[in-house]
Every structure is written in structure tokens, then in C-alpha cells.
């Protein structure tokens, strides 16, 4: 047979296989829609994963990595705001004015409501459509607030960080379920909180209808904070005390997913559920994250501030499990991907991500060759990336150095190289990201083709652009006019 034909024998079979899976769901009171489970850690680094980094303790993830698809080019947004958006739209930050910062408690930014978001499409196909954890999308007016956007419930908190135990964000608190203030959940570990939540949308979840659950963590995000039996039970090894705290919080990520998939198969659902596991962008290296070998931290547009650490896992519907996925994907694919995933069809209109369905499930070519990792006028910088090479213009923030995690000094015999004098960058850089994925060789001056070719791709993208929306404090936001809380209604 030629090579044409067994690839089209072999996704004949995955289809069969698939039909005969609905069967059985079928007769056994399931849905034949795979249920979606996405779970977001928040600033995990690139080697904050075991599967990358032998000395952190996330055995659950690892094994769930190795046994699905390690995604090695899954792409976000370098900080957290736009990468939800992204998740959430299927659209760049730069078409939903978003693309400038995080969202702040005291602004009226948020994701715009001109369009159906994730949860929305995959509940008009009949889906159970539940939140835990982090929005970070704007709360100002309510109908920016989760219930609002196509979620059935939520649990979790609005703002962007907040102590893990008192929930509180400066002078306010800030934990909801659903739409009242929750002041249970004070003096509780927030991932442990979302680990019991989760867990009991799952028990009580009416398995004929299928499942679309979005488990957005705290974890890893600043403060430092992680009960102390974490770091006794699985840090000793870590030589840094705050790198400790931060395995600490690692740890309690990873038995979070434990128990959660633990549910998932208790319940008998696992076998026709499709997870996402990713971070929203890179580690914070100021906060003692690691993204090492890759170049940079979160806020940057360097890979160790865009490249996710990321797989899927579904034995059942993968082709090719414990397997690599090395294609590029980017986070608005994740919309249009589970919309066809759902049987919503391959395409959805007025976004930019594309559906990598197929391709997931039969570990073939994908159908991405371009991206955008950000565009944004107020600082001048951007970045797009086609095929193995990528183009950066404009400013290079900090931190923009290869920072080395304490565990694996010896290891790697290399310490943290940072590099300074900024104002020296050069307007553009230029990056074979085949042969040197740490950016190391800004190889613009010898190739000198590929420079203009890339920057006339990026320019053709300027005219799209949504400005930056305006992002000054309000003062009506103030928790003292909400009890204390933090609080939709001002805006």
C-alpha cells in the first residue's frame, strides 16, 4: 500500500474505533461527546514538570504525559489575562484589545461579550459546562462573571493572585460560589479547596449529558505559600528555601490531578474524556519558577515566557499515546479544536485559532504554520513565528536570560546567565528555533530573506489590531463600597 493509503486505512480505523466507543457509551447510559476537562496550572515553568525536570515531584503528571501526548510546541500568551482570553475566544489578544497587560482589580477591562465564548459553544451542543478556580476575564458588571458566560457554575475567585488561605487580593476578599461571597472556603489551601469542588461536579454529574469542566488553579501562582507537609514529604532534595515552597505548591498541583482523574474513572467516565493539561504562560523566574534551557520568563516573548509545558491525555481516543506532539499548536486552537471535538463542526467564524482535532487524535501533520505570540503598540514589541523560524521586534523586556533552577546546577554544571543593557537591542531579532530553541544566535544579519519575508507577514497583521483598551483604575471598585469584598457592579 502506498504511504497515502495507510494513513487514510488508519484514520478509517480511529473513526471506527470512535463509532464503536459511542456504542458502548450508549448502551451504557453515556454520552458518545467526549466530556473536556481542561486543567490550567497558573505560572508553571517549562522545567517545574518532572517529565523535564527529574528532581520535581509531579508523578501523576509525568505519567499522565507519557501516556498521552507531550504537546513540546503548545504555545500561550506571556501572561495571564490575554492567555485566558485567548483560551477562552479562540482569538489573539491584539483583535480584543487585550493584548497590553493583565487585568487589574481596580479596571474595567474584560473579555469582550461581542461573541460566543468556549463555554457558550460547547453548552448549546448539550454540554454541562462548570468552572473552578481562576477568571481573571474582568468582573466589573456581572455579565462579564462566569454564570454569565456560559459556565452553569462557578466556584473559585475573579482577581488575578491572592493569599491562598484568607482569599484576600490587597484589602478585599475575593471567593465565590457561583455568584454569592463564600466566606467558608477562609483559612482553606485554595488548590485543595478546588480539588473538592471539582471532584464533587464530577459525582454528581448526569453522565448522559457530556461533561465540559474548566479546573483553572491558583497553583503555581505567587504568594508563596504550600502546606508544610508537601515540603517535607517531597522538597527535602531542594537547596533554595523559596524554590522549595514553590515544589511544595507543585506537589499539591500534582496529587490535585490525582484525585480528580481518580473521580473521573471512579465515576466511569475516563475512558471518553479528552484533558488538557497546560500552563497559562511561562514561569514567573522572580518567583522562583524555572523554564530552563528555554530563554526569558512570564511578561516576556521569549520561549521561556510562551512556550507552555502541556499534553493531552485520553487513552481511549488517542491513536498514538505515549507519544510527541511537534506541531505547533497555540492556545486559540484550543476553542475551534474542542468545538469539533463536541460535533460542532471544524471551523468557527470570526476567530483565529484552527482546529487540531484530527490531527491530535491521529498524531498527524497539523495544520498550523503561523502565529502571532503578541502585538502590542504601547510598548512596540511583537513577535510571530512561521515554520522554524522566529521574528521579534521591538523592546525585550526583563528577565530575558537563561535562569538555572538550584536543583539542577550541579546537574547541568551552568549557573543563571542574565543579560542586561536593553537599550542596546537591536529593533528586530531573528531565531532558528529548529537548531537553536534557547535563542541564543540572532542570526538576522545571514538571512537576510527570511528577515523581510517574516516582518512582512508580521505588518500584514498591524492593520487588525484592536488598541490597547483604556486601563485606568475606578475608584467605585473599592471592597470597602462591597462589604469588604470584591464585587461585580461598578462598571
Known sequence: MTRAAVSAAS????????????DVNAAQGQTSQPNIVIL??????????????????????DKMAREGMILNQSYVQQTCSPSRAALMSGRYPHHLGLQYNTMRSSWTLHLPDDQPILPEALKKLGYATHMVGKWHLGFCNWRYTPTYRGFQSFYGYYNA??????????????????????KSAVGLYSTNLFNDRAIRIINDH????????YLAYQAVHGPLQAPQWYIDQ???????????IKCGMIAALDESVKNVTHALKQRGLMDNTFILFSSDNGGPVREYASNYPLRGSKITLWEGGTRAAAFVYAPSLLQKTNSSYEELIHIT???PTLVEAAGGGSSVANIDGVSQWKNLLSGGPGPRQEFIYNMDEVRNDSAIR?????????????PNGWFVPPELEKVMNQTTVEIHGQKNNPPYSLYDLETDPEERHNIIDSHQDVFHNLKARLDSYRPSLVPTKHYDSVKASNPDHFNGNWSPGWC
Open 161 to 182: 493572585a491572592e493569599d491562598y488561605y484568607t482569599h484576600i487580593q490587597h484589602h478585599g476578599y475575593d471567593f465565590r460560589d457561583n455568584d454569592q461571597v463564600d
Open 386 to 398: 512561521r515554520g522554524r523560524y522566529k521574528l521579534i521586534q521591538g523592546y525585550a523586556r526583563n
Open 11 to 22: 484514520l478509517l480505523l480511529l473513526l471506527y474505533a470512535l463509532h464503536c466507543s459511542s
Open 333 to 335: 486552537d484550543w476553542y
Open 206 to 213: 448526569n453522565t448522559s449529558q457530556p461533561l465540559f469542566l
Open 40 to 61: 490550567l496550572a497558573d505560572d508553571l515553568g517549562w522545567s517545574d514538570v518532572g517529565w523535564r525536570n527529574q528532581f520535581m515531584p509531579t508523578p501523576t503528571l
Open 234 to 244: 517531597h522538597c527535602k532534595h531542594i537547596p533554595d528555601n523559596n524554590r522549595k
